[in-house]
């Protein structure tokens, strides 16, 4: 050994032992939905591997920045609260190559509007996670209404640990009697749960009703030989159709008609193309294919009165999350006339439907469209709320000989996965194939995007994600809208649409 090594060795063995600590670091900001910074969040790290260890705890100063220094390599662990907040949990790696991990975090507001109906089992979940978050806070109420939701979706075998917290709220508000009800019925699904029983016994102690134990579990035990009620289908609120006429060229008004053209573009080989999806993997969950009958399908329609074949007219194509492909706001007529466009939306072509349907029906929308009126072929739009937002970004990304556009309200997806900003080391998936090369280079220099959403909006946050991304990778006409107090079910003022519009009909050089 060289007495420079030596040396080094002796120096590093004498260190004090706060000297050897891992040189590991994490940093990062805490914003809201609108930028501001959050100052005194709480932000806890503790490593994967170890979760008993112990946890490092600080809080965001100011800017809504914090540090934590002294961590190993390897993955952590990572939550964030705030008050008025979701809590964000996520996780983040430190490596020798890089030892100073950065997270960024957008918290979401607890006053998100959550979603109404059970689409999948994500909506759940919101459901709970919303629960949660405002039972912690201090609000039993609203966190019961959110669990309500998720009960009447719920397996009954699932709903032992919802109706544990929904007793809790009843105990939060000194309603003790509901709090024993609700779990009872939780008994009555998992009789031989110890947290169940020991909670059970302690809110009878101290409602003074410790001597009605035996009973009530008996009760309860009883009842889990019953056979459990369905929960009842919601019911749709949809408006009676009108009666189907005939396509007839140059019509105009309000009308519902039905086509036998198909699209060259609307068959289940080019949607196998277009999103890499094999018609093998179609017919493995649709035993029909894609296939579809297009005279059994029907469309709304509405041309504004002033059309004139001499005067070409723009074309928007709706996807409706709702088997309703017209609008209900008549003011949207006065919209439409004064930008010249054409609405056309099939029915039936809701998010129950399968997508490649729905993409079909879009498609023979605009190729039956082009046969009937004279129509302005800068000016072909596809446009979608919700779930209808996402297959309408799907088809403007993919199928740029058809729309040179499109508008998306309180929903869309894109082609890249997209980091989830209250979910650090979390992604939303890529939901469609990546236009090829010159296509998407021609995406970018020439289609128009308008992308909607409302500061409530539980589609929000990955909203304005992909508004970023797209405009960092730039995209040229590129028009982000977020709608003051706005929830997901706001719908769209005629004032929003006419915005979208005009967003949408930028002057072309």
Request: charged share 25%; with cysteine.
């Amino acid at each position: 050994m060289s007495v420079r090594t030596l040396v080094a060795f002796l120096l590093l063995t004498a260190l004090p032992a706060w000297a050897q600590l891992p040189a590991g670091r994490v940093s990062g900001r805490v914003i809201g939905p609108d930028d501001r910074p959050i100052a005194g969040a709480e932000v806890r790290v503790w490593p994967a591997a170890d979760p008993d260890n112990s946890v490092s705890e600080v809080v965001t100063d100011a800017d809504g920045r914090w540090r934590v220094i002294g961590l190993g390599l390897g993955r952590w662990q990572l939550e964030i609260t705030a008050a008025g907040y979701f809590p964000a949990e996520g996780w983040f790696q430190i490596v020798s190559s890089n030892p100073e991990a950065t997270v960024d975090v957008e918290l979401r507001t607890l006053e998100e509007t959550s979603p109404s109906f059970a689409e999948n089992a994500s909506t759940v979940v919101r459901w709970i996670e919303k629960g949660n978050a405002l039972l912690e806070q201090g609000q039993p109420a609203a966190a019961r209404a959110e669990y309500q939701k998720a009960l009447r979706v719920l397996p009954r075998e699932q709903r032992p640990e919802v109706l544990q917290a929904v007793a809790r709220t009843h105990f939060m508000e000194g309603d003790t009697d509901s709090s024993i009800e609700r779990l009872v019925e939780a008994l009555t699904i998992s009789p031989e749960d110890p947290i169940l029983e020991r909670l059970f016994f302690a809110v009878l102690e101290r409602a003074g009703r410790r001597g009605e134990a035996t009973a009530l579990l008996e009760e309860a035990a009883a009842a889990a030989t019953a056979e459990p009620v369905a929960a009842a289908e919601p019911t749709g609120g949809l408006p009676e159709l009108s009666p189907l006429v005939a396509p007839v060229e140059g019509r105009t008004g309000r009308f519902r008609t039905a086509f036998e053209e198909r699209s060259p573009l609307s068959g289940p080989e080019t949607y196998s193309e277009r999103f890499r999806f094999s018609e093998e993997e179609m017919r493995a969950v649709d035993p029909e294919g894609g296939v579809y009958d297009l005279r059994e399908e029907s469309f709304e329609l509405f041309v504004p009165e002033s059309y004139d074949s001499d005067e070409p007219h723009g074309l928007l194509v709706w996807i409706s999350p709702t088997p309703y492909g017209g609008f209900r706001n008549p003011e949207f007529e006065r919209v439409l006339a004064e930008h010249r466009m054409i609405w056309i939306g099939a029915h039936d072509s809701g998010n129950r439907r399968r997508g490649w349907y729905r993409v079909g029906l879009a498609l023979d929308a605009v190729h039956n469209a082009k046969r009937l009126y004279s129509i302005d072929r800068r000016r072909v739009y596809v446009a979608g709320y919700s779930g209808g937002g996402r297959i309408a970004s799907s088809l403007a990304m993919l199928y740029p000989v058809a729309f040179t556009g499109g508008f998306f309200l309180y929903g869309c997806d894109y082609f890249e996965q997209l980091p989830v900003p209250h979910r650090p080391g979390s992604f939303w998936p890529a939901r469609f194939a990546r236009p090829s090369g010159m296509a998407l280079d021609q995406l970018k220099a020439e289609a128009r995007f308008v992308l909607l959403t409302g500061d409530a909006d539980f589609n929000r946050s990955q909203t304005r994600q992909i508004y970023k991304r797209m405009r960092a990778s730039g995209f040229a006409h590129l028009t982000y809208l977020q709608i003051p107090g706005a929830d997901h079910y706001f719908g769209l003022p005629p004032e929003w649409l006419k915005r979208g519009l005009a967003a949408l009909d930028q002057p072309r050089e």
